[in-house]
């Protein structure tokens, strides 16, 4: 995190020849890391279970997992097993680590496409849970069973409502909240994680973007509070702080403890969720990445921060834009009262409006690609009247209107 990433990345950009690069390793520095230190995780891993009643009664939940041809194959079995679930399937076809990826177009779990195998043999043996980690096992997509038979993928924003809804309420139950605890998200990560938080008297932080800069705030509160869980939009989740980083081995453990634990309250995920929905007010995210190469492509992006700096409109949808809050300057400006606020981040390109219903629209140019990205979120609050998937409908409806209006389409 700054200052060190920009004074790291100075010294790289020092190296202009390839003869300046030490290929000479001197072999005393480096210690092979064996089976002693996955066990002290795997022990540290297993730790973290909250309900080892519930998964003694729903040993048996039927699990599919895939590593998509990456890491996850080595521990993320392995941590299921020491929680204590017994018919986990592994996809074998996508259980070797390759690197060229032979049964995917892409190694993402947000892509539906690269949990094909694992949704095919989900619904062939009758599984409740799908389950697979990204190449090195740091984020993971899931599906989960609807109350039809058929799976439903979840977004990121989604799997880490469920996983903070379920940490918070059993750290409640199990007595273990002494007002010292607390949650992270990142800006762009969905507001319903603060929700929920804030009803079991939670203290939720927001990050930028990236996990480092979770892992960064955890070692920055470490001794003065817990750190009961956190995650990122964008399919990251860490539970614990015994490691700094979105870890999808510990997630996939509690992901798979979650179902047990719904299942053992005579309800399923989709259920949960629901639930969730019905005392928080329903959200609906969806991303929208715009590519713009060459030097021409930069520019284009960055003329698209200053315009809607500058242009920013009055309202989305019907709704006024009440907050403008800018990362890049440290402020929040209220454009209905014209009150402004300093706020305590690192400065970075990012901008969001936040309206009077509830929206959230943020901006981010790419660190690493010539790419803008939208975040946009929504929400309502449930109504009894209507079904879930009306509602859902509704926001997935409003989301098509802003990017029209934003000139996102």
């Not at 022990?43 to 048996?60: F, G, H, M, T, Y």
């Not at 981010?364 to 998937?389: L, N």
């Amino acid at each position: 995190i700054a200052p060190h990433d920009t004074e790291i990345i100075k010294e790289v950009r020092k190296i202009d020849s390839f003869d300046q690069i030490k290929f000479k390793a001197n072999s005393d520095l480096i210690k092979e890391i064996g089976n002693d230190i996955d066990n002290k995780y795997l022990d540290a891993v297993s730790n973290l279970s909250l309900s080892p009643e519930s998964i003694k009664n729903q040993s048996d939940l039927s699990i599919v997992f895939s590593p998509i041809h990456g890491t996850g194959i080595t521990l993320v079995p392995q941590a299921l097993e020491r929680f204590g679930f017994t018919n986990v399937t592994i996809i074998e076809e996508q259980a070797t680590p390759d690197g060229n990826f032979p049964t995917v177009i892409y190694p993402n779990p947000e892509e539906k496409e690269a949990l094909t195998l694992a949704l095919d043999k989900a619904k062939q043996i009758g599984a409740e849970l799908v389950m697979a980690t990204d190449p090195d096992a740091d984020r993971v997509g899931i599906a989960i069973k609807k109350d039809n038979g058929d799976f439903e993928l979840l977004n990121g924003n989604q799997t880490g409502a469920l996983l903070i809804y379920y940490l918070c309420l059993k750290w409640k139950e199990n007595g273990k909240l002494d007002g010292k605890q607390y949650v992270v998200k990142t800006v762009v990560t969905t507001e319903l994680i603060k929700d929920i938080a804030s009803y079991f008297g939670i203290e939720c932080f927001d990050t930028l973007t990236g996990f480092k800069h979770i892992a960064g705030l955890i070692k920055e509160l470490e001794g003065q509070k817990t750190f009961i869980g956190g995650g990122e939009e964008s399919y990251g989740y860490l539970i614990g702080d015994f490691v700094r980083d979105k870890d999808a081995v510990s997630s996939c453990a509690m992901i798979a403890e979650m179902a047990a634990w719904a299942k053992d309250n005579d309800k399923s995920l989709e259920e949960l969720l629901e639930e969730i929905y019905s005392q928080f007010g329903m959200y609906q995210e969806d991303l929208i990445s715009l590519t713009k190469k060459g030097k021409s492509g930069a520019e284009e992006i960055q003329e698209m921060m200053r315009q809607f700096r500058s242009n920013t409109p009055s309202t989305l949808v019907g709704s006024e834009i009440e907050w403008l809050i800018d990362y890049e300057t440290s402020t929040a400006r209220n454009l209905l009262t014209g009150q402004e606020d300093k706020i305590d981040f690192p400065k970075s390109n990012v901008l969001q409006f936040i309206t009077k219903d509830g929206s959230k629209i943020s901006m981010r140019p790419s660190g690493t690609e010539p790419k803008i990205k939208f975040y946009i979120s929504v929400r309502s609050d449930s109504d009894a009247e209507q079904s879930f998937e009306k509602e859902k409908l509704t926001l997935q409806y409003k989301i098509a209107k802003i990017k029209e209006e934003l000139d996102l389409t």
